[in-house]
């Protein structure tokens, strides 16, 4: 058993992101703080290369590299372990004004794969579309003071992404509530028409967007008629499961075979006044577990401890932890008719307490 937590230079000239795009060409990339394609908002569009580095010691080549007007007044840190982006999570930019009138929406997936698709999802490598939906930000409204011509577009892939892969995501013919065809930002209109700019990014991206545009015109698209594109890649697999793994196996090792020690701390019978479901639930069990600890503490909050080698290790301060657990036993289960063990993680801001809901219970 295993608790644990994630762990612990703005200038108007680009620095230098190194080359990459693990599948298909090695591109150059600028490093950016904020990224000139959308002027409105920094750190659109999202995930993106422009936010990575060179590193030839990843599975992937590259590094998250996140700068302080990103971030603001967060700390980089725990991003600057990722060789690359999610592959599960939504795809956003900015549009100004932008509908959802020419989306599909989430009921006409097969849209994204068709030859008058508004948006594009390239796996760079095989060439392969990646079906999605896309859709406006419509939650983003129901804030105080919300203004629907500020809303995101966002694109969501209905299948994981490969891992260490490169994509490439493009929007065309997305309208105004007028109906009229949104222009491209003024670095993005230079980039795709070829035209000069003051801005050094645009300038540093060149042959990047020539290798961009090749793969968007190869899927049948018009390079005039596209309002944006970009790239980015997916972290690797290694990177994902690295930690997690070595936690595992550490964990393992010190427990031994014969599980965590543990406390019972308290017993509830179905015979007990308030008993929580007599009629479904024999008992329910409070204790505590035994579990060896990778963080600065087993408070919430805590960061995890890495080594010099940039991977988890044990509190030296304080090597173990009690976590609560609480268990449901089914009148089901008896000696002559055992049950198997349901064990259920709850989410970020759920908790044990979970497993009393009537669907688990029945």
Not at 165 to 179: H, K, L, Q, W
Not at 256 to 275: L, Q, W
Request: negative net charge; contains cysteine.
């Amino acid at each position: 058993m295993i608790s644990a937590c994630s762990e612990s230079g703005t200038s108007d000239a680009p620095g230098s992101g190194g080359t990459g795009g693990a599948g298909g060409s090695a591109v150059a990339y600028p490093l950016l703080d904020c990224d000139p394609l959308v002027p409105e908002f920094c750190g659109y569009p999202f995930p993106s290369n422009v936010y990575t580095i060179e590193d030839s010691s990843t599975a992937s080549g590259r590094r998250v590299s996140f700068g302080d007007e990103f971030l603001r007044n967060n700390d980089s840190t725990p991003w600057d372990y990722s060789d690359g982006f999610s592959a599960g999570s939504p795809i956003l930019t900015y549009l100004p004004g932008a509908t959802d009138a020419v989306f599909g929406g989430v009921t006409d997936i097969d849209q994204s794969l068709s030859a008058s698709s508004p948006t594009l999802l390239l796996d760079a490598e095989t060439g392969e579309l990646v079906p999605h939906f896309a859709q406006i930000d419509t939650q983003a409204l129901q804030l105080p003071g919300a203004k629907p011509e500020e809303s995101s577009s966002m694109l969501r892939p209905v299948v994981r992404l490969r891992d260490n892969a490169r994509y490439i995501v493009a929007f065309r013919n997305v309208t105004s509530s007028d109906g009229a065809v949104i222009a491209p930002s003024e670095a993005f209109a230079a980039l795709r028409d070829g035209t000069a700019s003051e801005d050094a990014s645009v300038e540093a991206r060149r042959a990047l967007y020539d290798d961009i545009f090749e793969k968007i015109e190869a899927k049948g698209w018009s390079r005039d008629e596209i309002q944006i594109a970009w790239d980015f890649n997916t972290a690797s697999d290694e990177n994902n499961t690295r930690w997690l793994l070595h936690m595992r196996d550490t964990a393992f090792e010190l427990i031994g075979e014969d599980g965590p020690e543990y406390t019972i701390t308290s017993v509830e019978a179905s015979t007990d006044d308030g008993a929580i479901d007599p009629t479904n639930i024999a008992f329910r069990i409070f204790g505590t577990f035994r579990v060896p600890l990778f963080m600065t503490s087993p408070e919430a909050g805590s960061l995890l401890i890495l080594d010099e080698n940039e991977m988890p290790m044990i509190n030296e301060e304080t090597p173990w932890a009690d976590v609560p657990f609480e268990a449901l036993i089914p009148q089901s289960a008896t000696e002559e008719n055992p049950a198997a063990t349901i064990e259920y993680g709850h989410g970020l801001f759920g908790s044990k307490g979970q497993i009393e809901s009537g669907h688990f219970r029945s």
